[in-house]
């Protein structure tokens, strides 16, 4: 879903370094969230858990997930 990954990338832009550092904080390259970034990969879910933390719960399940089982369906 592009509003995910805009949402994503927009908070990794919001401060120089912090690809990096989460790359570091993830275990993954810094090149695979570059591409996670620019929507040529997508982010694993076993990765989520991880980015929400690191993110100090700015970014959330919700935020990061378009259609899954965490978001609620319209009644």
Known sequence: DNSCMTTF???LNAKKGRAAELSLHM?????????????RKKLPTRALKKVIEFSGG????EALIPDGPLRKKAS
Do not use: E, H, Q, R
């Open 9 to 11: 990338s927009t908070w």
């Open 27 to 39: 275990g993954y390259s810094p090149a695979f969230v570059s591409n996670v970034k620019a929507g």
């Open 58 to 61: 700015v970014l959330t399940y």
